[in-house]
């Protein structure tokens, strides 16, 4: 994808060619001036080269990973979120994903979180789409159902009450919190309602009329956030679905929620649009989900039309014994690359600077890397 040219003479920075993000060779005068050593390595470092899939090309592999901003109204999004996705295209990220969406009003982590349960969601995410296009970005978005760690209180208010619930004054549904068991994820979250069969077919249609709406749209990408103790990957672990029926017990079981919302989501998606899935490799817990069966999951899930892995851990049970160390998830998504033929991996997880960065993608530990707090921090990482 290149930058959109317009026809305004003021939009020198959206008419840059090639755009921002896109390795070019320096000049003498930025060579004498200090701005760089000499001309470019050859071939160019693999974090600055391009990435094809289906029919989109990342201009390079440093891409903004998804991160709940929680501010949106009734699932709409505002001016802040306008300002806050395009700092990063102007910047040349080569792929910016969009905060977890919910499919439903009650598939929300927070009432502060965005939404795309209803057509009139389409437009202002549609400017948001728009915008980030002129700088030559490829945009995604993470749709999501935030499952039994729903209805609760925005981060910002994390540390103020006891109890991460939030209220019904303040927009919450205690009383559709829903899960694949009636298990709660901690004292500080509502117990979920273990879901009807007739529950399951709701949520799966949702991310398929979710997915719809993102494509109307503009995003270029889907991710399915199966992941961090939410809907989708409580399905899958061991600690939190304790099901009899169909979607309980066998890891052919626990495997099919996602699995048919995938293939539902593949069939109403353009052809040249990939599909991504952001996973949970592992609980972290012994007895829980683990490395093997992501694996074993994505070999069934690349033959559905998933092109990546985002590959991510934990989340889903308190118990969680994380070693935490400079790109500590890594291994996760080369585990996935190497295995799997034909699924792409993404790195995510404190990766801080360049220098891991690029030792990720040179090592071909992975195929692109997703940055989060660092962007945060430093637009212009």
């Known amino acids: 994808m290149s930058p959109v040219k317009t ?6 920075y959206q008419d840059q060619n090639p755009a921002p993000g896109t390795a070019i060779e320096p000049t003498e005068l930025e060579i004498a001036q200090g701005f760089a050593n000499g ?23 440093i891409w903004v990973s998804p991160m709940c901003m929680y501010s949106a109204k009734d699932g709409f999004s505002t001016n802040f979120h306008m300002s806050h996705y395009s700092q990063f295209a102007m910047r040349g990220a080569g792929l910016v994903m969009v905060e977890a969406t ?21 437009d202002g995410l549609r400017n948001i789409v728009s915008h980030m296009h002129e700088y030559g970005t490829v945009v995604g978005i993470q749709l999501g159902h935030g499952g039994r760690k729903g ?19 303040e927009g919450a549904w205690p009383d559709k919190v829903y899960g694949p068991s009636a298990i709660a994820y901690d004292e500080s979250h509502y117990t979920p309602k273990e879901m009807t069969l007739e529950q399951i ?9 979710a997915a719809v709406r993102a494509d109307k749209a ?27 029926d169909e979607y309980g017990g066998s890891f052919e079981n626990r495997t099919r929620m996602l699995i048919e919302v995938a293939r ?60 935490l160390a400079p790109g500590y998830q890594v291994q996760f998504a080369t585990k996935v690359k190497n295995k799997v033929p034909g699924m792409l991996s993404g790195a995510v997880g404190l990766i801080t600077n360049g220098k891991i960065a690029s030792e990720v993608i040179e090592s071909d530990k992975a195929d692109a890397i997703f940055v989060a707090r660092e962007f945060l921090r430093n637009p212009s990482f």
Do not use: M
């Not at 026809?7 to 020198?12: A, Q």
């Not at 919910?102 to 389409?122: A, F, M, Q, T, Y």
């Not at 609760?152 to 208010?157: E, R």
């Open 39 to 61: 001309k470019n390595p050859d071939p160019l470092p693999k974090l600055f080269q391009p990435l094809k899939i289906r029919g989109y090309t990342a201009k390079n592999r």
């Open 218 to 244: 503009g995003f270029d990408v889907v991710e399915l956030h199966s992941a961090h103790g939410y809907l989708l990957f409580e399905f899958l672990s061991p600690l939190s679905n304790k099901r009899t």
């Open 102 to 122: 919910g499919v439903l009003p009650e598939g929300r982590i927070s009432p502060n979180c965005l939404g795309l349960w209803k057509d009139e969601h389409i």
């Open 151 to 169: 209805s609760t209180i925005p981060l910002q208010l994390y540390g103020t009450r006891d109890s991460l619930r939030s209220t019904l004054e």
């Open 201 to 209: 077919k709701i949520v799966q249609q949702a991310f398929v009329d």
């Open 264 to 323: 539902g989501v593949r069939k109403v998606l353009p052809e040249n649009k990939p599909l991504f899935v952001r996973i949970s490799s592992t609980d972290w817990v012994e007895g829980g989900w683990e490395i093997e069966d992501t694996i074993r999951l994505a070999k069934i899930l690349v033959n559905e039309g998933v092109d990546l892995f985002d590959c991510s851990s934990a989340g889903n049970d308190p118990r969680q014994k994380i070693p």
């Open 7 to 12: 026809s305004d003479p003021t939009n020198f």
